[in-house]
């Protein structure tokens, strides 16, 4: 068997396209410009570069950005202080506090400061206790777990009934993707570091959603014969034989999974650009959420 390759890379563009068009559409209505801000807390390279690239895919589609960057060092109160005032600026109708924060910050209670409204990374206390509860609906949904739905819808999953695994139980990952995955109504196991027989665990899997954190640990014989496989891992190793002396892979070992799984996303180019391409989308239903507020 050789797997069909779920492109993240088309489809997050497809998505992006459709916010493009929709924000030209209310440019052309006279409608106001969806809003981004995000805020950026420390000098870490890659929450840098994560910053810069939301804040590139913001201009490509239409959407107003505007980047926040408090020192390492700052405190509680001027983090919380600045989102309060993002709350206000009726320009502004998606706040992203780029995790992880210093070690110093209370992230709980920061994102708790961030207006219900403006939630677009979906990380707000209730937004994640209403994604938690059976008959309720959050505002937002998680980014990268929304994507990972999106793909899977995509690539004919199967979930009503299914048998997923979730391998990791990360706030930003794990714990969403598992919550999405019950209320499509597949029985759900959640795996991580203390599970016996993780392999075993794994193998029962008619979906598998791989978000550990550790390159290529899931091989070839984790996997069940057709099943549907999401690697959300992006780890960088070593190789030689690459221009840049090493290469990005995910936590599945991809090239073997490959032969025995039904669908497969690739690392780069299968979770990673949902991501954005889902908080632009999440930015443009804030926006139309601050419209229908206004009407009231």
């Known amino acids: 068997m050789t797997a069909t390759i779920i492109d993240g890379k088309q489809i997050a563009a497809e998505t992006r396209e459709k916010v493009k068009e929709a924000v030209a559409l209310r440019v052309s209505k006279g409608l106001p410009v969806p809003g981004l801000a995000t805020v950026l807390v420390g000098e870490n390279p890659a929450s840098k570069v994560y910053v810069r690239n939301k804040q590139k895919a913001c201009a490509e589609v239409g959407i107003h950005s505007i980047g926040v960057e408090l020192p390492g060092d700052a405190t509680q109160e001027q983090v919380e202080a600045k989102v309060r005032e993002l709350n206000e600026d009726p320009t502004i109708n998606g706040i992203l506090v780029q995790l992880p924060l210093p070690a110093h910050l209370d992230e709980e209670k920061i994102l708790a400061t961030i207006q219900l409204g403006k939630d677009v990374d979906g990380f707000h206390p209730i937004n994640i206790g209403r994604l938690a509860q059976k008959g309720r609906t959050p505002l937002f949904v998680p980014c990268t777990p929304a994507g990972v739905m999106v793909l ?18 990360s706030n930003i990952v794990g714990m969403p993707v598992a919550l999405l995955l019950v209320k499509a109504n597949a029985t759900v196991t959640i795996c991580h570091s203390r599970t016996r027989d993780l392999a075993g665990v794994c193998r029962q899997a008619d979906v598998l959603v791989a978000a550990i954190g550790q390159p290529e640990m899931v091989k070839k014989d984790w996997i069940k014969p057709g099943a549907v496989v999401i690697d959300v891992g992006i780890n960088r190793i070593e190789d030689p034989t690459s221009p840049k002396g090493s290469r990005l892979v995910g936590d599945v070992a991809y090239e073997e999974a490959a032969e025995v799984a039904s669908a497969i996303t690739p690392v780069p180019g299968g979770v990673g650009p949902m991501t954005i ?10 926006r139309e959420l601050a419209d229908l507020n206004t009407q009231k």
Do not use: D, P, S
């Open 152 to 169: 899977l819808e995509r690539a004919g999953a199967k979930l009503a009934g299914a048998n997923a695994v979730v391998l990791g139980r």
């Open 277 to 286: 391409a889902l908080l632009l989308q999440n930015t443009l239903h804030a």
